[in-house]
């Protein structure tokens, strides 16, 4: 059967939302509509709404007149920075090739489509694509000089990659019959189901005549874990990925993250936000799967029309995932991105985005644009995207705030 960029991200998104399916709180993703226009930039410029995820603290940084504030929110995001889709796709088709030419007799095309299915697999090893489904919903309240929030998020994550590969046709002693078996080239999907309830509370401070807001979030995470192995030669089959066989309930990590945001003047602001202080390991047949501490610095300088946010991850992040064959799916971002405000009806904005994290990809270092909108029509409206030439994304969300 043909396989196509949309099957894969269909098997991986199956992966991904048969974990998280089961959580009763479910709805999805690790930015939001308005910060996710702005290239991922949130820590200093986060909003009441927001603020549980992007930096606690930024809870006390509102506009007098936003006492409460509702937020629902959806994204998805999928990732293919090697084409490994591609890679799929020619090795079934170079596949279907080589039956046909067995069915007629054609010793020489059966050959020439075993070496090129050869040569695919010499060059699958290490890559991997990946999605990402979040849904999210925040309550939040403010008053004078202290504020709080209620918030509930589940992230799905699923990555594939190929394992478990036949040897090349050209090398001495190797059996071409190891390209065709489906004991080999098995495209190995792990996901994670992080289903993540807190509660935060800011309250600012007058230091030197200056704002500084303090913020903290305790917050429990439940995790489920999803494996699921099938041969590319029949990987189009996706019906048992939903088993309950292949989920594993890992249990739940109590921790907390903590914000600062510090006003400089009337117009430039700082914030730090460090997240999950209180670090987990899990055990996942034999690997170990690592909620770890991250911590994000941003800065950024504001006016009644214009907003312009810089953010930086001070420490590497690796995936929410076990196997040691995602570990190049680890982040450190660079995020940058303005928002352009008319009289608080409508905002547009845009955002880049960039992986500093060592050990990656080129591709997945590729500079990634994003742009979205958001409008007041009596209730907000966010809507945003992001692109690149092997990967895009968008989220959506709703509220109210009065």
């Given amino acids: 059967m043909e396989f196509n960029r949309k099957k894969c991200c269909k098997i991986l998104t199956v992966a991904a939302v048969s974990v998280f399916s089961q959580a009763t709180n479910a709805i999805p993703f690790a930015f939001e509509g308005r910060s996710l226009g702005m290239g ?8 009441l709404a927001t603020a549980p995820w992007a930096n606690p603290a930024m809870l006390t940084n509102q506009r007098p007149s936003d006492d409460f504030s509702l937020l629902l929110g959806i994204g998805a995001f999928i990732r293919d920075n090697n084409d490994l889709v591609s890679d799929i796709d020619d090795f079934q088709s170079a596949d279907q090739r080589r039956q046909d030419a067995a069915n007629s007799g054609d010793s020489a095309a059966e050959a020439a489509a075993v070496l090129d299915m050869s040569n695919i697999v010499g060059g699958i090893g290490g890559k991997d694509l990946a999605v990402d489904v979040t849904g999210l919903a925040a309550m939040g309240i403010a008053f004078d000089t202290f504020a709080m929030a209620v918030s509930i998020r589940s992230d799905a994550i699923a990555a594939g990659t190929v394992t478990n590969l036949s040897c090349q046709v050209t090398t001495p002693g190797c059996d071409p019959n190891q390209v065709t078996d489906s004991n080999y080239n098995i495209l190995n999907v792990e996901g994670v189901l992080a289903t993540e309830f807190g509660v935060s509370f800011a309250k600012s401070f007058r230091v030197y005549d200056r704002k500084l807001s303090v913020g903290i979030k305790p917050k429990v995470i439940d995790l489920q874990a999803l494996s699921y192995q099938e041969s590319i030669l029949t990987v189009d089959s996706i019906d048992s990925i939903t088993n309950q066989e292949n989920k594993t309930d890992l249990g739940t990590v109590t921790t ?66 076990a196997d040691p064959n995602f570990s190049d799916l680890k982040t450190q971002y660079l995020a940058a991105g303005a928002e352009f405000n008319a009289f608080d009806f409508a905002q547009l904005r845009i955002g880049i985005a960039k992986n ?46 009065f």
Avoid at 288 to 306: D, W
């Fill in 40 to 47: 991922g930039a949130s820590v200093a410029t986060a909003d």
């Fill in 256 to 321: 907390v993250d903590i914000g600062l945001a510090y006003d400089i003047n009337k117009s430039f602001r700082l914030g730090l936000n460090i997240g999950n202080l209180i670090e987990k390991d899990f055990d996942i047949g034999g690997q170990k799967l690592k909620y770890e501490t991250t911590a994000r610095l941003g800065a950024a300088y504001r006016n009644r029309f214009l907003t312009l946010a810089v953010d930086y991850d001070l420490i590497e992040n690796d995936p929410l995932l």
């Fill in 356 to 401: 500093m994290a060592n050990g990656i990809s080129g591709d997945a270092k590729t500079t990634a644009l994003t742009a979205g909108v958001g409008f007041w029509l009596g209730f907000n409206l966010d809507v945003a995207a992001t692109y690149t030439e092997h990967s895009l994304g968008a989220f959506v969300q709703t509220g109210f705030r």
